[in-house]
């Protein structure tokens, strides 16, 4: 499966941006589907992640209550929609995709085995 991600930008803090992660070569419908980010010298950071079968999501706790992820079964596509952005969600993010439906090591990126390309997401103060 290839993934495609896209939507990043700048954005002024207490902005709202919607990233997309595209699939193609393969249906999602029996994949794990998770967000990653790296920001400058720092490692990667989960995010949020979804089970594609069951719509199962999990946030990382500092983006709870502010980043939902979503799918679109007829678009196999996972869309991150971040709301009241802060300075420290700056960073690279990634789309992943792991050939799982369960929810065992859904926010370890060493458990993916599929990425995207990152989009660069700029929150300024």
């Known amino acids: 499966v290839q993934l495609q991600a896209s939507g990043g930008g700048l954005v002024q803090a207490g902005g709202s941006l919607r990233l997309s992660c595209a699939a193609s070569?393969?249906?999602?419908?029996?994949?794990?589907v998770g967000w990653f980010r790296q920001a400058p010298g720092k490692e990667y950071e989960f995010v949020s992640a979804?089970?594609?079968?069951?719509?199962?999501?999990y946030h990382a706790d500092p983006v709870k209550g502010r980043f939902t992820i979503s799918r679109d079964n007829a678009k196999n596509t996972v869309y991150l929609q971040m709301n009241s952005l802060k300075p420290e969600d700056t960073a690279v993010y990634y789309c992943?995709?792991?050939?799982?439906?369960?929810?065992?090591?859904?926010?370890?990126?060493?458990?993916?085995?599929?990425w995207g390309q990152g989009t660069l997401v700029t929150v300024s103060s």
């Open positions: 070569g393969r249906t999602l419908s029996s994949y794990r």
């Open positions: 992943a995709a792991d050939s799982t439906t369960g929810t065992y090591g859904y926010a370890d990126s060493g458990k993916y085995g599929y």
């Open positions: 979804i089970t594609w079968s069951s719509g199962f999501t």
